[in-house]
């Protein structure tokens, strides 16, 4: 018996280094990816964004650009422009000619576009998950699990190319059930941007509704 007892405490022991090392193997993958988006000086995306729950009948598909610089973005997506100056959030709606002007705050002001490269540092435990080949890159996995609570995400896994160590896809499925699939279809770095990319003149907007909600 004692024999036993002791093969069996060292398989547990095994398994346990085991996944330590892949926790540690997962975030030293994410840290490359990490240091790698800290180097742009601007990062340019093209993606398709998917968003699906059975239960409540959501089934939506959508494609988008932003231009992220910083914690500054400019983001294109459903018919809406977001534009981030660093201080407000101006949402310009071409179909209603309104603009709403506001200091981001809550889910806002926590998961932004220029967010969605690095939101992955802190809050989650990790783990070495899935290699994929897809259209001949590599994708290896990295699956999130959130360590607060109260998070609404139940998991995220993350797709990163081997060889650029940039993000191909992100997976998140919400506690609730719904799942919210990111594809980047184009990944472009240090690109030439306007001065005034990030800015919002109203001059440009003349017949359109200026809503300042602070």
């Known amino acids: 018996?004692?024999?036993?007892?002791?093969?069996f405490a060292l398989f547990v022991l095994s398994i346990n280094i085991a996944h330590a090392q892949d926790a540690a193997k997962a975030k030293?993958?994410?840290d490359e990816v990490s240091s790698k988006v800290k180097s742009y000086d601007n990062v340019i995306l093209d993606f398709k964004i998917s968003i699906q729950n059975l239960k409540k009948e959501i089934n939506q598909e959508s494609k988008?650009?932003?231009t992220i610089q910083g914690d500054k973005y400019n983001l294109h997506m459903m018919g809406t422009n977001k534009v981030f100056d660093g201080k407000k959030i101006y949402t310009i709606v071409p179909e209603d000619e309104e603009v709403?002007?506001?200091?981001?705050?809550?889910?806002e002001a926590e998961f932004t576009p220029a967010k969605i490269l690095t939101f992955f540092n802190s809050g989650f435990k990790y783990n070495w998950d899935i290699t994929q080949n897809i259209k001949g890159r590599k994708i290896q996995y990295i699956k999130l699990?959130?360590?607060?609570?109260?998070?609404h995400r139940k998991q995220v896994l993350i797709g990163i190319d081997t060889q650029t160590k940039n993000i191909y896809n992100i997976?998140?499925?919400a506690k609730d059930g719904t799942k919210t699939t990111i594809i980047v279809n184009s990944f472009k770095t240090n690109q030439p941007i306007s001065k005034n990319q990030f800015n919002f003149e109203e001059s440009k907007y003349p017949n359109y509704y200026i809503n300042k909600l602070d």
Not at 1 to 7: C, N
């Open 1 to 7: 018996m004692k024999k036993i007892f002791t093969l």
């Open 28 to 30: 030293k993958l994410l």
């Open 64 to 66: 988008g650009n932003v």
């Open 100 to 107: 709403t002007i506001a200091t981001p705050s809550g889910q």
């Open 145 to 151: 699990s959130p360590t607060a609570a109260k998070d």
């Open 171 to 173: 997976i998140e499925v």
